[in-house]
Every structure is written in C-alpha cells, then in structure tokens.
C-alpha cells in the first residue's frame, strides 16, 4: 500500500489518540515538511522514517495530557534532547498535539472522501516562528482509468492494485473488470466514469484504431495524466487523427506517448512498471508540499 500520505489523518479521525506533525526541517531528512505520525493506544499510523524518531514521539505524546497545550518540539540538530539524535544530523521542529480537534479532522476527511483538496489548521503555539508549517495540505489519493488489451492491460492493473492505487480497467477483449458494460470501437466509458485532477489515464492498445474515441474523451476531462502506448508511427498517426477531429496542438500536448520512464522495453511487467513510476512521479508534483 503506497498511499500514506493520509495514514496519520485517517487514523487520528477514526481511532483517536494524538497527532504530529513535522511542521519545519533544518537540513535534510527523508520526509517532506507536513510528514504526520498518529498513536492511538500502542498502535501508531503514519511514518516519518526514523524507527527511533517514531519511539520518541509515541514516549512523548504519552506524556502530555489529553486536551492540555500542544508541544512544539525540536528533534535532531539543536534540540534540547541530547541523548536523541538523528542520523541525517538535521533538526526537526515537530507539533505535537495529544487532542487534535475531531471536528477539523472529521471535515478534511469527508473532503478528501469527496475527491476535493482539503487542509487541516495546525495549533501551533503562540510566538512559533513565522517559517513552521501552520497549515497541512492534503489531495485525494491517485485514481487510475485504464483501457487496453492483453498482458499489457493485466500486468499494469494488477501491479497498480498491489500498489494500493484505485484502478479501474476497460477491456476490448473482455467485460470491464469492474464496470457494468464491454468497451466497444468507437465508444467511451459511461457517465458514472468521471476523471477527476487527481485521475490518470492510460490507453494500452496495439490496435489503435480504439484509441481515437477514448482520446477525445479523455481530453475533454482534468485528468492530470494521459498516456497512450506505440511506436513513432502510431504516435503520427494518432495525432493526425485527433487533429482531423478538430483537437488543437494544446490539447494534443497533454497526451503522453511513449509511456513509461524506460526507453524500451518488450515486457509487460516492465512496461507496467516504467509507465506507473511514470504516473506517480506526475502525482507527486502535485502535491502542495512536493
């Protein structure tokens, strides 16, 4: 499962327990600025990378009282704990909130539940330095919309479900894996199908002829990525097609071709792995604090 950016959130809302949040970071470390930790009960939720970081801060949420003041806490390179250090040798400035307030939380989860963008205020105390993260920024979870054939098709949707990544696949060869309809030559999914921002797209064809239809669609969705597969002829031909259906230069820059962070490859596994590495990358600019 890759998707625990929302981990720590998701937890705090649904078990309880307190919350931190790495709100600044001096020098380097392996989480980005807004990386949160939950511990409901001995259960923690969320990872900011460090085994022994994640001890620290289960030992010192447990010391505060639940419904007291925050903690804002430096960890790492000029912190008070001197017996704590961190490998990376940078300094962390982490809030950490033993009540956060349940109704924030319950509303930045219904919104991302909601496929929306959300943020959760953090409580920082008063006279924290103007440069500490005061605001946690969140978008929904990756979604991915797949049409295709073959072991091209399998591989990438059974690669993406491992990952914890919500696919939906449109088969020509076969009923939709999870729709209700078979995908026909010149068709496009049904309504209920709605590609959002944080959606991509990824057309895995050698026939294609089928592409046309689906390509037209999908530009006409914020789908933040869309990918199609084949050679430099079907790439040409492609375009000229989309152009003859009246699909200006602008429009036809949004489709990715070739697919895939790998050059070449022949293999399935391969490719599904080049064009999600690909997919995610893209997703990962997304985020507000990337």
């Given at each position: 499962?890759?998707?625990?950016?929302?981990?720590?959130?998701?937890?705090?809302?649904?078990?309880?327990?307190?919350?931190?949040?790495?709100?600044?970071i001096?020098?380097?470390?392996?989480?980005?600025?807004g990386?949160?930790?939950?511990?409901?009960?001995?259960?923690?939720?969320?990872?900011?990378?460090?085994?022994?970081?994640?001890?620290?801060?289960?030992?010192?949420?447990?010391?505060?009282?639940?419904?007291?003041?925050?903690?804002?806490?430096?960890?790492?390179?000029?912190?008070?704990?001197?017996?704590?250090?961190?490998?990376?040798?940078?300094?962390?400035?982490?809030?950490?909130?033993?009540?956060?307030?349940?109704?924030a939380?319950?509303?930045?989860?219904?919104?991302?539940?909601?496929?929306?963008?959300?943020?959760?205020?953090?409580?920082?105390?008063e006279?924290?330095?103007?440069?500490?993260?005061?605001?946690?920024?969140?978008?929904p979870?990756?979604?991915?919309?797949?049409?295709?054939?073959?072991?091209?098709?399998?591989?990438?949707?059974?690669?993406?479900?491992?990952?914890?990544?919500?696919?939906?696949?449109?088969s020509?060869?076969?009923?939709?894996?999870?729709g209700?309809?078979?995908?026909?030559?010149?068709?496009?999914?049904?309504?209920?199908?709605?590609?959002?921002?944080?959606?991509?797209?990824?057309?895995?064809f050698?026939?294609?002829?089928?592409?046309?239809?689906?390509?037209?669609?999908?530009?006409?969705?914020p789908?933040?990525?869309?990918?199609?597969?084949?050679?430099?002829?079907?790439?040409?031909?492609?375009?000229?097609?989309?152009?003859?259906?009246?699909?200006?230069?602008?429009?036809?820059?949004?489709i990715?071709?070739?697919?895939?962070?790998?050059?070449?490859?022949?293999?399935?596994?391969?490719?599904?792995?080049?064009a999600?590495?690909?997919?995610?990358?893209?997703?990962?600019?997304?985020?507000?604090?990337?």
């Open positions: 499962m890759i998707h625990t950016d929302h981990a720590a959130l998701r937890a705090a809302h649904a078990a309880g327990g307190g919350l931190c949040t790495v709100v600044g001096d020098g380097s470390f392996s989480r980005r600025v990386a949160q930790m939950t511990l409901a009960g001995e259960a923690i939720a969320g990872s900011l990378a460090d085994v022994c970081l994640e001890r620290q801060l289960a030992n010192d949420l447990t010391g505060l009282v639940p419904g007291g003041d925050v903690l804002l806490q430096r960890y790492g390179r000029g912190s008070p704990i001197i017996d704590f250090r961190l490998p990376c040798g940078g300094g962390l400035d982490i809030l950490l909130d033993p009540a956060p307030d349940r109704a939380l319950a509303r930045t989860v219904a919104a991302l539940d909601a496929r929306q963008p959300a943020s959760l205020p953090l409580a920082l105390p006279g924290a330095p103007a440069h500490l993260l005061r605001e946690r920024p969140y978008i979870p990756l979604s991915l919309i797949l049409f295709g054939e073959g072991a091209e098709l399998d591989a990438t949707a059974a690669l993406a479900r491992t990952m914890g990544i919500a696919t939906t696949v449109f020509k060869d076969q009923a939709a894996y999870e209700p309809e078979l995908l026909r030559l010149g068709g496009v999914p049904p309504e209920t199908v709605r590609p959002d921002p944080w959606t991509a797209i990824l057309l895995l050698h026939d294609h002829e089928w592409e046309r239809a689906l390509l037209g669609w999908a530009l006409d969705t789908a933040f990525y869309i990918g199609a597969q084949g050679g430099l002829r079907a790439r040409q031909a492609r375009l000229e097609d989309l152009a003859r259906d009246g699909l200006g230069p602008d429009r036809l820059a949004r990715t071709s070739p697919v895939g962070l790998i050059p070449r490859t022949r293999e399935p596994g391969v490719l599904a792995l080049s999600l590495a690909e997919i995610m990358g893209a997703y990962e600019a997304l985020h507000p604090l990337a």
